[in-house]
């Protein structure tokens, strides 16, 4: 055996040897639904974008029942500047005028839905792109006076969504809603715990570009590790919380109580963070749990 | 009884008279698919894009399984010329940059697909939007190296759409293509006739501007009524056809030829031009057929 | 185009209009169960039975759920008296020996069911004959001890018309019951109730030769428009109501008391009553209707 | 233990010792399809009626698809006797007019079907009525321009008989068709030997007053015990066949052709015939069969 | 006819009427589960065995959900001694050493199972062995510090025996159980309540070597008939039963209480004894019954 | 973050990129049939057994359709001694007598079958044993007057193992035959082959105690890498083979001939040999292969 071909066994037993070792975890995942909230320059990065989707794929490979939500803040921002029209954001959310409403709809579900399905294809027929106005998922109305077509989550059909995962195929869903007078854009953080309470899903996690949920956004050593659902409350109530953190904390607090027992935060630009939440046992990220 | 009244009662009778007289239609058609291939200003109209999402929704209630395909020429250009990039056709083709093909998807999947979707909710948790990238329905490659990306569907992957036909709703189809290496922007009428031929349909309709086909086009009298599926290649191949329609009448002869029985030609600017082909004997448009 | 040809188009398009406009109304049924019990001279005359019929076969087609409850008094009569047979009614019921009996089943499940089993079989397979015996769909006993064979419905069996139902079929149903020791003659009215009830149908219409339920039967004007269950209790209880209506308003009662949300009263003489009442807002004939 | 309960146990034991013998017939036996063409004084008679009902749902109970389809002369006859109808026969086939047609329906649908189907209802929801209307079973056109109401079967529809057995039920199957312009009058042997093919039954077994098929009527001895199919069709050109049993063995013989591969002719008079066909080796009756 | 034929009819007749007679009873257990616990010189008698599997066979085809498990007590024991290995039992129930265990394991499962299973498969592709391990239908631990690998059962998983029964399937079950730490010996008579409890059978039936139950087992004229389930409970309770039956009585008392309605106790070795239980209304051996 | 951490991490992070590197396999391996014939010390060892077994559910968990046969001459052997049995080969096949095949039996299905279904176990209920009896799946005669209860394979039945694979477990087959006269003794290997014919497997893999075929087996340099199938019938037909693997590769042989498109000899003793074979490029042991 030449020299180069010991070193393909070599690197091919370790292979094997990870495998076996992921079998718990894969044993234990089998059947469960999680929701992945995906998000930021995670997913603008190609290749980033690249591990996370194949780490999708595989998650649904070995049994779980996988839904993607995604955001899309840069596209939109991107494509209205190119429209000359005007950004503004009150209280955290985007105002949204009709003009850009349209604008909102183009990025989301014309490009960035399509980017990630497509990518997801690279693995077999598995991609649907789903926005709210598929199969009236979302039904929505206007969240406020002030943002115009914001919308707040009325109804979640889950129908379309149940039926797509029962075929084998991994849903990606887009945060806009289907509402009687039109459109409405969703916050997608807010989406993503809206479906993952429908779906009685079994995890929700927040994939985005910083490593978990900071008491002290300044102090990089208060990382939370993780947090019951109390404390998650007090943290909300505190109004302690990074501005940006709250409606993401807020949603992830209204999906322990309504039953999705784990919750996490996860730093998406850190390679396969998603597998190693999930097949692993090293403590990343921020997890909230309910106690029985 | 009052006048009032009286008038109200004449005009149901009236109602219950027709639906009466629709039921051998009705019956005849139960079970069928048909593929309509919807586009130009009877789209972009508020009020006739309304009448026609209602006979679509109507058609599905009385069992037929339909599926809406769509075009977007003018949203396409109009957002081009938005963001400033140029509009090209070389032989009545779409010059599609890697740009371009973002504007594409961003207008067809985005826009104008969302807002077919959205009115057929109105009805109901009834329609699903599906790209071609969704299961990879139209799996595509380059047509050529003048056109950039536009694409010639290599295979049709029916699933997905027979699924939704299945469950009852109506897919609407947005003529983009997946292809290994990016999207790629399809002809929605070669995009229509390929469904129609994969699906097995019945019937596939051509829903546009224009009255139906004519012989010359310079002559309202000219326009044919009815013309058999021999003469239709006959036709092509005398290359007096006006270029706008050698691709629709082209993909038209491909479907015959495929087993899709009927393929017509109707003016969606006409009010309920669907359900008159369909539910009535009125001859109006261009109907191919072929001999048994 | 010739005056003719005009002439036709614009009729096609008026029946196109209606088709439209009926829609509402097709989407707000769809999948709903309806009990319709039919009988009188809207059934022994030829050509408002083939009215009839169609109108049912129409609302099948549309997505109803329909089941069509016959009675068939004049046959039974007129086989009765060929037979030589004493014809005698006791409190509005017929007085049935063994003999009767005999007849009851020849008129109704051999001639009454069979000719509008018949009569729906002319829009496709659809008609399926069920008297009480087929599947114990009426397991029945005697009622009292004058009217020999008339049975009061003990238990329904629904597997049979809801097989039925699933498959597409239009169930059409005699009023005879099975008994341990033979047949017995169910009232039509009561049998369609029973069943209504069974089905937990949403709508139970009496479609026989009077416009309605009149609280003073001799005069024309009293004709009730809609009644709230409350006030037919009432009705049933203050003992004005004319004999031959109690078993069919007690019948009414009982429904709406068991979840049947409405009931109606329609004359089925009147050309496509029961499409007016479904598919238009025309007030015809009288509803009972329960206040959540 | 008593004189009584010895004597008890005994027959007891007697009971369990035959049913034991019989497992390897009724083994052999599961999921086949057997027609059985049921008339005569044995469904006349109450006593022998109780009886082959009774085999026939043991035959159910033990895994066999069972239909009976039954014929109905002699009630048919007193009907019309009893409404001063003229009974006429040519070529041994009842001259049909409508009124007679009528007196057809409600004796063999309305009398005969229904006893039989109640008898079956003994021994729970087992029986389902079925006349050639029903779910258009029997498509028949007239047979010629002599017998009036007479009819041959155009098509068979299988799926309600199919549908009925696959649930468990035992469909009672009347000889009555189904045409445009109203009932047919076809005859039963007939009907059960279409019945038979088009189900791709197993057995086709006529049950008839008789002890099967004689040579030579007037001569006792020459009763046929078996016959090929070859040997069948030899005798039917013979012409030497009893004018009656003509229909039964063309019928018999065209279902061997069809693949039907053991027809009987068992006399129903005859305690038990049908069990000791199908579960003992006793030799009974004639059989015809097909030589692989 | 000859004599020897005429005797074959009588023979014949006697059957059919035999078979006839048993229609209420085979009416009456279809679709019910039964469990039986097959043990004893029943067992190891090869004409015996024949014939309980016979019956077993039937009771399946006549519509039961039959379950059979078995002991094996003599054959671990011979095996045992074959290989040198102590026998003991303390308080009734074998010391099960590690080697001990694996002797139960090849006698129970290799031998015992495959034999009956074997000899079902003599009707057809019926049996299927089972043993606890095999879709780890009894989860086990220890019983005790004594006896070594007797386990008791924790949890009893159906959906492997209830996946065979709607296969039409006849599963064969050994009293073996899967434990985290390897095999356990569990009481067959346990092993079969246990069953029969998680199964919601209708019946759990003990065919051994003796009678029934003797109130005195000096005293042959004291075998019980029948007892409700308190005085079972009083039975046990009293200290008086021999030894040998406190297990099953035991079990028999848990089954009635978790809502099988009736236990029987049955002799093996008298000829059909099963047959005789469930298809006459001989009153052999001892039941045990629930008064509502 | 500690040092202790930061090397968990580390490792974890590998994981997750060997997990992510196996994705392209995974996914080309979904919903593919592998029949897996396991032997030798790779079964005999306790710590090897986990690993294989654990290897066996991993597949199963990503997709793969999995079924597990297994031999077991040690045991057999061992036992035989322990029951003073002769132990004699004729031919490299088992003579064995009917005493020999009841301890056959034992040592398969009632020792190594149930060992490893017990193993599969701790994964979940995810085992099922299944011998030949079990639904007659190996139905087979003697293979010659020498050797006793040695069998042939006349038929499989494949329905209990295809309904265990849909149902989600892994059947676990020993390497007896049912007959009509007892049990038959099958040589594994052939077992293997036969079934991965009958089940239409995409791969079947030979997992022993060598590191595949050696064309010269004192030669270790001979070992075969790859070898088309007409080399494979070259080979067997050249009688060079040693006699041992002549069996093995004989089966190979005809289950490439019948479409089991890969044959791989691998050593499972190596560690995870499976999983390199299957989720790696490392190029182990031998694979005969069929060119289209």
């Known amino acids: 055996m030449l020299k180069r071909e010991k070193d393909e066994l070599e690197r091919a037993k370790q292979t094997a040897n990870v495998l076996a070792e992921a079998l718990p975890w894969i044993n234990s995942w089998e059947g469960k639904t999680v929701v992945v909230k995906y998000g930021g320059s995670a997913m603008e990065d190609p290749e980033l974008r690249r591990q996370v989707v194949a780490d999708v794929v595989l998650m649904r490979r070995v049994g779980m029942r996988i839904v993607l939500v995604h955001g899309g803040g840069k596209a939109i921002s991107a494509l209205m500047k190119a429209l000359d029209l005007p950004v503004e954001f009150v209280d955290g959310l985007r105002v949204t005028t009709p003009e850009a409403m349209d604008a909102v709809q183009m990025a989301l579900v014309g490009k960035v839905n399509q980017m990630l399905v497509s990518a997801v294809d690279q693995y077999g027929d598995l991609g649907v792109g789903i926005s709210g106005a598929d199969g009236r998922t979302f039904v929505t109305s206007a969240l406020d006076d002030v943002h115009g077509r914001v919308g707040k989550v009325e109804r979640v059909n889950t129908h379309l969504v149940e039926s797509m995962l029962d075929d084998g195929y991994i849903p990606v869903v887009a945060g806009v809603g289907w ?114």
Do not use: Q
């Open 179 to 292: 509402g009687e007078d039109g459109s409405y854009n969703i916050n997608a953080d807010v989406a993503a715990s809206e479906l993952a309470i429908a779906l009685h899903a079994d995890k929700l996690i927040y994939l985005s570009d910083v490593d978990g949920l900071y008491r002290d956004f300044d102090d990089e050593s208060s990382l939370v590790s993780s947090m019951e659902a109390t404390e998650v409350h007090e943290l909300v109530d505190s109004g302690t919380l990074e501005r940006g953190m709250i409606p993401k904390v807020t949603a992830a607090a209204e999906a322990l109580d309504a039953g999705v027992t784990h919750v996490h935060f996860l730093n998406g630009t850190f390679p396969h963070s998603l597998l190693l939440e999930v097949f692993t046992d090293a403590g990343i990220g921020t997890m909230f749990y309910k106690e029985d």
